[in-house]
């Protein structure tokens, strides 16, 4: 038995809703989180109490919201376990945090000829950004090649890397397959060649513990809306040697050093790369997302994630006429599915009479739904408030829907 790991209508106003008269199952924590009330509080607390800018102003209103802005950096460092929240910079979400190390590195130290290693499963945010670096400075792209399920194998990379490989970049957790990539197996391929590594961990953050010392990674990142925080807030984390050595790629207020009518020196880190007003109150209620999660503990997380998305595989795999994507195991966090004849758009609408939110449709992974040989799927995704309960209640939904449509 899989129970949900917090007491969801207490601590999630939105999962007492009904729709279309049930309870809501919500099973699309992939797309983006529900948030907590603590959260929630938090960032009415900023509004109500200490609304100023960050960093400008010498009043309390300012100092109250810089600290409270800067704490929440600190405990994000403490959390992935950065070597200082210097590494840590505010973006909007994982695809400002990869556009801006394609821009920031790429643009500076890549050459033509050079070559970028990434594989077919990533999100949209984790091929487009290097397609335009590509273009930009005359790169290749070199894709890794797949196993049948989905998975990657060490070896596959190392047929890939070459002393022409620059940038190496992966997913951390696949949002459609599940899958969970060999991180450090391949950032260790990366830096025998000099490359860096770079990883997408917006479906892994959330899930997992993080931390970037260990894995020994050069770039991580990832969206606060799918762990908890709010929309509209992210971060970039990286090597401080790298982001010193990257330029900046927004500029104006807060990220400069000095400046004359002809040209400008840049501010210490992070500043040089939160060019503008930050979202500083995202920045704040991922802070306590981030406590939220702690008080938990990321490992628990990891195994009911684990743990739910296995479970689906089993039962939704037993359905006939049902195909699910990637491994059997392991895997976290989603499901994607087909109904033998039934767009997933459709399935989606019959879920959701029965209160159930699920995904449909490509997913932003146009690349993996061509080596999957489909249009689109449908995705169950879990997180921490999903039992095992939910799993059945989509079964149920699933067979109805089969019914439905044989009609
Ligand atoms: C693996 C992966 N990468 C990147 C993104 C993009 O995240 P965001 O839209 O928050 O920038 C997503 C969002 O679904 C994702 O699942």
Not at 54 to 71: F, G, I, Q, Y
């Amino acid at each position: 038995m899989i129970t949900a790991l917090v007491d969801i209508t207490e601590d999630f106003p939105i999962l007492k809703r009904q729709i279309n008269g049930h309870r809501l199952t919500y099973l699309d924590s992939a797309a983006t989180s529900q948030k907590p009330q603590v959260v929630i509080d938090s960032i009415r607390r900023y509004y109500e109490i200490s609304n100023a800018n960050v960093l400008r102003s010498v009043h309390t209103l300012a100092e109250e919201a810089t600290v409270a802005m800067e704490e929440a950096r600190e405990k994000i460092a403490q959390f992935i376990n950065a070597s200082s929240p210097r590494e840590v910079i505010f973006t909007r979400g994982t695809t400002e945090s990869l556009n801006t190390i394609a821009r920031a590195w790429g643009d500076k130290f890549l050459e033509a000829g050079d070559e970028i290693v990434l594989s077919p499963m990533e999100h949209h945010s984790n091929i487009i950004p290097w397609q335009q670096l590509a273009k930009r400075v005359g790169a290749l792209l070199r894709y890794i090649d797949l196993n049948r399920d989905g998975t990657i194998s060490v070896d596959a990379v190392r047929h890939l890397i070459n002393d022409r490989t620059r940038i190496v970049t992966l997913s951390q957790v696949s949002n459609v397959l599940g899958t969970i990539n060999p991180i450090s197996q391949v950032a260790k391929l990366a830096h025998e060649v000099g490359a860096i590594m770079v990883v997408d961990g917006a479906q892994s953050v959330p899930h997992q513990p993080t931390d970037v010392q260990n894995s020994d990674i050069d770039f991580l990142a990832f969206s606060g809306h799918k762990m908890l925080g709010p929309t509209g807030i992210g971060v970039l984390w990286g090597k401080e040697a790298l982001l010193e050595a990257a330029d900046p790629v927004v500029f104006g207020g807060e990220m400069i050093a000095y400046v004359d009518r002809e040209d400008a020196t840049w501010a210490e880190l992070p500043a040089k790369f939160e060019g503008g007003t930050p979202h500083i109150a995202g920045a704040i209620g991922l802070g306590a997302a981030v406590d939220y999660l702690n008080s938990l503990g990321m490992s628990r997380i990891e195994e009911h994630s684990r743990g739910l998305a296995e479970e689906a595989y089993r039962k939704l795999a037993n359905i006939s006429g049902v195909t699910v994507y990637g491994p059997a195991y392991p895997r976290t966090s989603v499901v994607a599915f087909n109904i033998s004849g039934i767009h997933p758009h459709d399935v989606s609408q019959v879920l959701d009479a029965h209160g159930i939110a699920i995904r449909a449709g490509h997913h932003c992974a146009q690349p993996l739904m061509h080596w999957l040989d489909v249009g689109s799927t449908a995705r169950a995704s879990f997180y921490l408030y999903n039992s095992d309960r939910d799993i059945d209640v989509l079964v149920d939904a699933i067979e109805a829907t089969k019914r439905y449509f044989k009609r």
